[in-house]
């Protein structure tokens, strides 16, 4: 019999479903977190979960807030199943499913003055985040981006925010006129310097309507740097059923994820945090070189596999990855170009991480698709893939692949695959990037006038020759052959 997940119900998942160790009802919240989507309840959650099953941290639940019209409605789905999650998490040679119970709230979209009334609360000690690399308003180079309409719009109107960061400034300030010390800001997105990131955000924001107010929030709240991961899908119909058909269980919102995570942090909490350390958090006193062997490696790499699969019309990642010359063109990126200007990481080969991404790339359980990796290019390139570039040129170093991996992501946006097969596009500055990607293939330097994503990269001589001279094979020879002429050393014009 299929168990409708639900507080009620949840000990009828036992027959197929590891269960909370502890009374989800007994919680108390701890944490507001921006972002209630598939990754914070594969990762963040996850770790919460896990320390409240050894009976510590019960005063640290989550309470989900919402922004965006999406965040309606998963708040329903959630709120209709006492706001349980029931992770799938797959291996090659096992899978698992387990009920997470450690989200007790989810405050929705057209509730602000109930959120930042929530976000003033002396029990609430953290904020979190997960809402995007697009989400920080940042341009090409990191900074923040005080001129972008939705921030400069609550910039003039900071009583009522519509960003996330104009929320937890309404908080903030709330907490200050009460004398309620304020909570920690903690960034789980993928962004180097995540903390400084966010910080630059917020304080950034508060300038421009309280000089004074931006100046005591740069003093007294903490902005702590994290590196996260974990691969976890986008959920659709397909996981629904398969939860129901292998775990009877129905879930409106189930996550399926691999069964690897990592979190490393900086212990910045002055107004405390849970013992994540007791689940498996590192607490370093960098994340500089974690983060950025993570997101040059395992980022970098979704990004460059994402754009010849879609040519290719290959729609999950596990085959790309078993495509011969997708994977080997990856092989040949990261231990010729990526690799080597990635500086030490404490405790860990480069090599061998690389091996480790590869098999998690090719886990066939997961359902990772190809559309979610190419989606959003125009904010991840910029922080996955042209930081790598411009390091490697600033060092006098060549650039063939990274500038192939660029001139894919252009010739994807031209709309169609190799096979003539309509490409759908998902990202903010779709419009834009198409109507320049089929400019440019017949002058490439029509794709590389976007600062905001090229910066000082499309400046590059050298750049603009290998992107212009790889854009042109792509669209005479096709994605297979270009691929093959990268891999025998002879896409060099």
């Known amino acids: 019999m299929t168990v409708k997940l639900s507080l009620a119900s949840l000990k009828d998942a036992a027959a197929t479903a590891a269960l909370p160790a502890y009374d989800p009802k007994s919680l108390t919240p701890g944490i507001v977190h921006f972002g209630v989507g598939n990754f914070h309840r594969a990762h963040q959650a996850v770790y ?12 640290w639940a989550i309470v989900g ?68 690399e697009g989400g920080y ?9 005080p001129a972008h309409p939705a921030i400069a719009e609550d910039g003039r109107n900071p009583q009522s925010p519509k960003t996330v960061f104009g929320l937890i400034l309404a908080g903030l300030r709330l907490r200050k006129e009460r004398g309620i010390p304020p ?35 740069h003093e007294n709240v903490a902005f702590p740097n994290s590196m996260v991961d974990r691969i976890t899908p986008a959920t659709s119909q397909r996981e629904i059923d398969i939860l129901r058909e292998d775990f009877d269980i129905d879930d409106n919102w189930p996550v399926f994820c691999e069964e690897f995570k990592q979190w490393v942090m900086e212990d910045k909490f002055p107004a405390g945090r849970p013992r994540l350390e007791e689940v498996g958090v590192q607490f370093v006193p960098d994340v500089a070189p974690y983060e950025l062997m993570k997101i040059r490696i395992l980022n970098g790499g ?29 092989a040949k990126l990261e231990k010729e170009e990526i690799i080597p200007i990635v500086p030490p990481v404490p405790g860990t080969a480069l090599n061998d991480y690389f091996a480790l991404i590869e098999r998690r790339f090719l886990n066939p359980k997961i359902g990772d698709t190809i559309p979610r990796l190419a989606q959003d290019g125009s904010n991840r390139q910029p922080k996955f893939i042209l930081p790598s570039t411009r390091d490697r040129l600033a060092k006098g170093l060549d650039i063939v692949g990274l500038s192939l991996v660029s001139a894919l992501w252009c010739r994807y946006f031209a709309g169609t695959s190799d096979s003539g097969k309509e490409i759908v596009f998902n990202d903010a500055s779709a419009d834009k990037l198409h109507e320049a990607a089929l400019k ?53 014009k």
């Open 48 to 59: 919460l979960d896990d320390l409240f099953n050894i009976g510590s941290g019960h005063d």
């Open 65 to 132: 807030a919402g922004v965006l019209p999406s965040d309606a409605v998963m708040r329903e789905k959630l709120k209709a199943q006492d706001y349980l999650t029931t992770v799938v998490e797959q291996d090659n040679n096992k899978t698992a499913a387990r009920v997470t119970a450690p989200m007790i709230d989810v405050i929705a979209p057209d509730e602000k003055a109930a959120l930042v009334e929530k976000l003033a609360d002396p029990a609430i000690r953290i904020v979190s985040m997960t809402i995007t």
């Open 137 to 145: 308003f940042i341009d090409a180079s990191g900074q923040f981006n």
């Open 183 to 217: 909570f920690t800001i903690m960034s789980c997105d993928n962004i180097p310097g995540n903390g400084e990131v966010t910080e630059n955000a917020v304080v950034g924001l508060a300038r421009l309507s309280d000089a004074d107010f931006a100046r005591w929030v």
């Open 302 to 330: 979704h990004a460059a596999i994402a754009y010849p699969a879609a040519l290719l019309d290959i729609h999950f990642v596990h085959e790309a990855m078993e495509h011969p010359l997708i994977r080997a063109f990856l």
């Open 440 to 492: 440019a293939k017949d002058n490439p330097e029509a794709f590389l006038v976007f600062d905001e994503i090229f910066g000082e990269v499309s400046k590059s001589e050298l750049f603009r020759k290998r992107f212009a001279h790889a854009l042109a094979t792509l669209w005479k020879e096709g994605t297979a052959k270009t691929l093959e002429l990268y891999l025998a050393g002879d896409l060099v």
